[in-house]
């Protein structure tokens, strides 16, 4: 992090007793100035008194801070957030202190900047004689390799685990030599795999002297800087090699993070499995009598593994994002800040808390949805025999074409059976709402579209469909059936741009889907097939923005609050809140602020193509989305960028949700053709 002009944060050996300066205030002293004196009320004489500073330094620092726009009559609303955040998980989840950063800004990737962030925290806390211990990561490696020397001695830095992989450039050995190298300090290394080959072995190696004295120095940790690793496939624990020979679903399904290497469910509590007797490395109760324990770790992805640390008590500092400490914070439903003095306010409208539907029985909508969807359309859809919740094409299978099956959980119509059809999908099984379909309908599809030359499965991103659809493609193997699969991940809110991997596919799933049946509609080989369908993924951008939430079929509440002045920036589809939210704006503020992120993830050059999708998520009527639709086109032609394909309405909803998602792909000729391709199905049709 570029250190900010003015007065410079003092390193722990040169601050006075009593004037340590929180995390939260991001090293600047101007800022917690001005917040003790706008927001907290403190006299100037107060504020030296608490600040360790002269009364003329402190009227210094507020003249400075005006000069420097960080105040005006009132602290700047994005600052305020950043440090209401913080204060609110210091508060609620009893830290010694929390600093949040903006969770977009610049060139540098989140990883790189929460790498910043957190060397800035290490250096204000690190003194003479230290032993560090340091895990393992993307992150972590930032951190060493953002770190300036500080003037120290006598300091150990202490691998906390043994090492990993070599394919990964962030070993438990570079972070921790990186890390010693910076802080001029001492590296102590694990001389052993992180996991070994049985518990007999890890016996006997902790005999060897050698091990034994650098467990000591472990042991001895008076401060850890550690990562928490979600469990999504491109995560720290899962490219580590860690799960290599160990089946995750079956022996670690209740784990949701891990932190050094071992597992937590979402109390924070241990989760027992294969791997236990085998990990070299320090112990979670070991990890938790550390004095210090600074956690650097961010990104939406990471919102339930970071939580389920706070909760095990595994993290006395914690460095994350906006976006990410919103998440953890409606997790635990925490009435977030800021509460700031206000001018009053003209009556609000009773908050909704009941919606109506025409629905006859909660457990019967989907089954009724999907057999009235048959007797509406039978010259496109019919039932796949034997199979429950699973239509086909009446024109599946055809001999020699790559059969096409797509799925996932009710709620999103006409999202997925309305994509079946010529050029379309030859299949769609469907779940429960917002859960994924069994692996036996998935199966029963797979063989009913098989025309002989294998079948490409297209689903969203989420751990339940992942799961099903991967046992049923082996199912499918096992029968001599070529089964490949595309996960779409389009959503840019559900993760960083460095972790694409992990994202969550949304409404960009309706330009896929077209992609990929139209290439099996041309006939192209399974692997063509599977090629271009993961490049339209790839060049798929997806933001979505609620106005109101979806409510539950069964209890046919809102699924999340929302004040009447407000709107949620990042919502999902299965009913979640997202990822911020702000004051409502204007409807050419929304799509600006959507049109900005997209742009920032797909960074196209001037006279490039892109197909747009302004889609309704459920409630929101065509009128605004053709309002929103014109901003967009508008801000697409400014930035020197062609829309030559264009849908707007009701693709991909969430049940009655009140927002819009919009999505881009960023157009190549093959993209391209494929998606003016002819097709008919119940929700899209091209000619």
């Not at 977009?104 to 900047?113: D, M, P, Y």
């Not at 830095?157 to 190298?181: D, H, S």
């Not at 919102?303 to 994350?320: C, F, N």
Request: charge should be negative.
């Amino acid at each position: 992090m570029a250190r900010k002009s003015g007065p410079r944060a003092q390193p722990a050996s040169e601050r006075q007793s009593g004037s340590q300066l929180p995390l939260r205030f991001g090293g600047d002293p101007l800022l917690w100035a001005a917040w003790l004196y706008y927001e907290e009320g403190m006299t100037q004489g107060d504020i030296a008194v608490a600040m360790g500073i002269s009364r003329p330094t402190v009227n210094a620092y507020l003249a400075d801070a005006r000069t420097r726009g960080i105040v005006s009559i009132e602290i700047a609303p994005e600052k305020f957030r950043q440090l209401s955040l913080a204060q609110s998980l210091k508060e609620h989840f009893g830290l010694a202190d929390c600093l949040v950063i903006p969770s977009t800004g610049g060139e540098r990737t989140l990883t790189e900047r929460l790498g910043a962030a957190g060397a800035q925290v290490l250096a204000l806390h690190a003194q003479s004689g230290d032993t560090i211990a340091v895990t393992w990561g993307r992150t972590m490696l930032a951190i060493a390799n953002a770190v300036e020397r500080v003037n120290l001695r006598d300091m150990r830095v202490v691998q906390a685990t043994g090492g990993t992989t070599a394919k990964i450039p962030w070993t438990p050995e570079a972070c921790a030599t990186r890390l010693a190298e910076a802080l001029d300090a001492r590296c102590i290394p694990l001389s052993s795999p992180a996991i070994l080959s049985s518990a007999s072995v890890r016996d006997v190696l902790f005999e060897e002297p050698v091990i034994a004295e650098q467990l000591g120095v472990l042991a001895a940790a008076n401060r850890i800087l550690l990562g928490i690793s979600s469990l999504r496939a491109e995560s720290t624990i899962h490219t580590s090699g860690f799960f290599d020979k160990v089946d995750v679903n079956e022996h670690y399904h209740a784990a949701v993070g891990s932190i050094a290497g071992r597992l937590i469910n979402a109390r924070g509590e241990p989760v027992a499995g294969p791997l236990d007797g085998r990990t070299v490395g320090i112990e979670l109760a070991a990890l938790r009598a550390i004095p210090e324990r600074i956690a650097v770790a961010g990104g939406i992805d990471k919102v339930q593994a970071i939580l389920a640390a706070l909760r095990g008590g595994y993290v006395s500092v914690l460095v994350t994002d906006v976006d990410t400490a919103w998440g953890i914070l409606r997790s635990e439903n925490v009435d977030i800040r800021p509460q700031r003095m206000e001018t009053a306010r003209a009556p609000q409208l009773p908050e909704r808390v009941h919606t109506k539907k025409f629905i006859n029985r909660p457990q019967d909508a989907v089954d009724e949805t999907l057999a009235s969807a048959l007797l509406a359309h039978p010259e496109i859809l019919a039932p796949v025999p034997g199979a429950h919740r699973a239509l086909r094409s009446v024109h599946a299978p055809r001999p020699g074409k790559v059969g096409l099956v797509i799925g996932g959980g009710a709620g999103h119509e006409p999202g997925f059976f309305g994509y079946v059809g010529q050029g379309l999908a030859d299949a769609v099984v469907v779940g429960n709402v917002f859960a994924a379909p069994p692996p036996d309908p998935i199966l029963a599809s797979t063989r009913a579209v098989d025309g002989g030359a294998g079948v490409l499965h297209i689903f969203g991103n989420f751990s339940g469909d992942v799961m099903n659809f991967e046992i049923a493609a082996e199912m499918a193997a096992a029968e001599g059936i070529a089964v490949q699969a595309v996960v779409t991940t389009d959503d840019i809110a559900s993760s960083p741009k460095e972790m694409r991997a992990t994202r969550r596919g949304v409404a960009g799933n309706v330009f896929i889907f077209k992609v990929a049946g139209a290439a099996c509609e041309r006939m192209m080989p399974l692997d063509a097939c599977v090629a271009v369908a993961r490049r339209a993924n790839e060049r798929t951008f997806t933001m979505g923005l609620a106005l109101e939430p979806g409510a539950s079929i069964e209890t046919r509440r809102p699924t999340f609050q929302l004040g009447p002045d407000e709107m949620e920036i990042g919502v999902g589809v299965h009913g979640e809140p997202g990822i911020a939210r702000a004051a409502i704006g204007t409807a050419d503020q929304a799509a600006d602020l959507v049109i900005d992120r997209l742009l920032d993830e797909m960074m196209p050059k001037e006279g490039d193509r892109v197909a747009l999708l302004v889609n309704s998520l459920g409630a929101t009527p065509d009128m605004e989305l053709y309002i929103l639709n014109g901003r967009i086109r508008k801000r697409l032609k400014a930035h020197g960028l062609q829309v030559t394909r264009s849908l707007v309405g009701r693709y991909y909803t969430s049940l009655d949700m009140a927002g819009v998602s919009i999505s881009l792909m960023h157009l190549d000729d093959e993209l391209a053709d494929l998606l003016d391709a002819p097709c008919s199905s119940v929700a899209l049709s091209r000619r």
